[in-house]
């Protein structure tokens, strides 16, 4: 059983930022100490809300790696799009050995319009195209070829490397780059340097929701990570992608393995005072998420958006309690709606998200304590 942890950094509170990236540190350190483990980060810009202004994962994970021993450093997800792939290649490999290899990395395709739009409008992943997904593949290819490979090129609809007529000039004295040039001096393969401290890469993830981002992840080789998704919708993309999988590899894995599913997530003394603390902030999150995703990403497969009943919903709290969305609660109610849900759908690897947006910074220690302490024992003695 894995018990990790999202973080992102929120400032409802209206805190000079400097302070909430103090604050990043503190619950860091402190899950560190806790004992889960893994932390991950996301990439998101342009935040004026407090929701999370994380515009570089990297940067925030090696500040982290410094100041941290065990916990492993996930970034879910850096947005490949928006990235020049060798540059991204070069920095993550430094990342993982600045880490001495607890880094674990989650690529996407950037999934705000403001994002995309302004770091790379040719990433568009809404005109009903497939150029983002394209972009995505071949920046996914020229990543982990360059980290796999000594002497690595590539031709492709947006990136030659090497560029062809470029010359290498060597350093005197220096070894030779082994098949990087031809007998003049020109470039027909090049590498980065260092190569990643785990090999052949660090472990990689794929953050979806979709059928079709669960079956690409299985044919991939990257372990899942989803979000909404529950009760029977969850059932089905769990059995795809172990069908899938074995498609792939020959090897049919067991039900709910290498999926990470994500849950927003408190403990406190009560289920009272849980629900005292979070009621509220879950109340926005579920208005804000209606009118940007819309109603359908909380409900179950045999349950349909346009259903009059779902138009208004009057107690949200309970709403997304009865569909699993919340572990909130005392450490007895978080233990067994978690321990239900590893059971039925074969979760081992779990991410909680406890500082969600409009809980107040110094509240979340103490949830990060008791789980750690009162529910944590239970799931990984048991296994669930």
Not at 216 to 225: E, F, M, S, W
Request: net charge negative; glycine share 8%.
């Amino acid at each position: 059983m894995e018990l990790d942890i999202l973080h992102t950094l929120t400032n409802r509170e209206g805190k000079d930022w400097h302070e909430v990236m103090q604050v990043a540190r503190r619950h860091v350190m402190l899950a560190d100490e806790l004992g889960y483990d893994r932390v991950w980060f996301g990439e998101h810009h342009f935040d004026t809300d407090g929701t999370d202004a994380i515009p570089n994962p990297l940067l925030l994970a090696t500040d982290l790696a410094a100041r941290t021993s065990n916990i492993r450093l996930g970034l879910a997800a850096v947005s490949l799009t928006l990235w020049h792939p060798v540059r991204v290649a070069e920095d993550l490999a430094l990342l993982d050995h600045f880490s001495e290899g607890r880094l674990d990395i989650a690529f996407g395709r950037g999934i705000l319009p403001i994002e995309v739009m302004t770091l790379n409008p040719e990433a568009n992943r809404w005109d009903g195209s497939a150029t983002s997904q394209e972009i995505f593949e071949e920046n996914f290819e020229i990543v982990t070829g360059l980290w796999t490979n000594n002497q690595f090129s590539h031709v492709g609809k947006r990136y030659t490397l090497p560029v062809p007529g470029t010359k290498f000039i060597a350093a005197p004295g220096a070894k030779n780059a082994v098949g990087w040039t031809d007998e003049d001096g020109t470039l027909k393969a090049l590498g980065i340097i260092p190569k990643p401290f785990q090999q052949p890469m660090p472990p990689l993830f794929a953050v979806t929701e979709s059928a079709d981002g669960f079956a690409r992840a299985a044919h991939r080789g990257t372990a899942p990570i989803t979000w909404y998704p529950t009760g029977q919708v969850l059932h089905d993309l769990i059995a795809l992608y172990q069908r899938e999988r074995e498609n792939a590899t020959g090897v049919k894995p067991a039900y709910g393995q290498d999926v990470g599913v994500l849950r927003i997530a408190y403990v406190a003394r009560t289920d009272d005072e849980a629900r005292r603390i979070c009621e509220e902030a879950i109340v926005d999150f579920f208005t804000f998420i209606c009118r940007v995703r819309g109603i359908g990403v909380f409900l179950d497969a045999h349950e349909d958006p346009a259903d009059p009943r779902f138009a208004h919903i009057d107690d949200p709290w309970q709403f997304l309690m009865d569909r699993d969305h919340l572990f909130i609660g005392s450490p007895e109610s978080v233990h067994d709606r978690m321990a239900r849900m590893s059971e039925s759908h074969g979760i081992r690897r779990w991410m909680l998200h406890m500082g969600f947006p409009g809980i107040g910074h110094d509240l979340v220690d103490p949830s990060l304590e008791l789980f750690a302490e009162e529910v944590a024992p239970a799931l990984r003695a048991t296994g669930k």
